[in-house]
Structure formats: C-alpha cells, structure tokens
C-alpha cells in the first residue's frame, strides 16, 4: 500500500523560511510526478509547485522564486523548501505523488507565518 507522509510545517516568522518533507513508501512503480498543494482556512486547495518526470519543476507565481520541490537525499523523499514566508502563505500543505497505479495524498502539514 502506498503511503505518503509530510513533516516538516510549523510555524515561522514573516520572512522566515521552513522545510517540509514528504516520504513515499509502499510503491513498486516510479513517482514521476509530485505537487504540493496548499488549503488556506476559507479557500480552495491550490497546486503551488510542481515536480514534473522529466525533473522540472513549475510554481504558482505567488511562490516563484521563494519555494523550491526537489528530491530529498534519500530514496522516495521530496523536499519543499520556502523562504521569505508572507502570513498568506499560512497553509495546510498536501504532498500527493503520481504512479502508474495513481495519486496519492499525504495527511497534510500545517504551516503558520506570524510574529
């Protein structure tokens, strides 16, 4: 079975920065794709970055060039690193990976901005 955990969210000052994790295991297939989605309190689930097969990634504007999805160092692992966090960036954040037999979705992170 497949399962997908993120860690890594808590809270952070404006301007500060926070890694979050998402740890893939139970798959017999490659990922090749993975998004984080963020929900904040009152609007809809939003894609803000993009892992795409081919290694390239895509973002939501409002996060260019302040949060990047990359692999992890271990095996299965993806990394969103952000900085220079805005209080709109306040978000449960979603790890979902594709394979050939689907998507899944990780529990979800919560992530504060405030001082």
């Known amino acids: 079975q497949v399962q997908v955990v993120e860690s890594g969210g808590g809270l952070a000052p404006p301007g500060g920065s926070l890694w979050l994790a998402c740890a893939v295991s139970?798959?017999?297939?490659?990922?090749?794709?993975v998004v984080w989605y963020r929900q904040a309190p009152g609007k809809e689930r939003a894609a803000v970055a993009t892992?795409?097969?081919?290694?390239?990634?895509s973002y939501l504007d409002s996060v260019k060039e302040r949060f990047t999805n990359s692999r992890g160092n271990a095996d299965h692992t993806y990394v969103l690193a952000m900085k220079n966090l805005t209080p709109q960036d306040r978000a449960i954040y979603y790890c979902t990976i594709r394979d050939n037999t689907g998507d899944y979705w990780g529990q979800g992170t919560q992530v504060t901005v405030s001082s």
């Open positions: 892992l795409h097969g081919n290694g390239i990634p």
């Open positions: 139970g798959t017999r297939y490659p990922v090749y794709t």
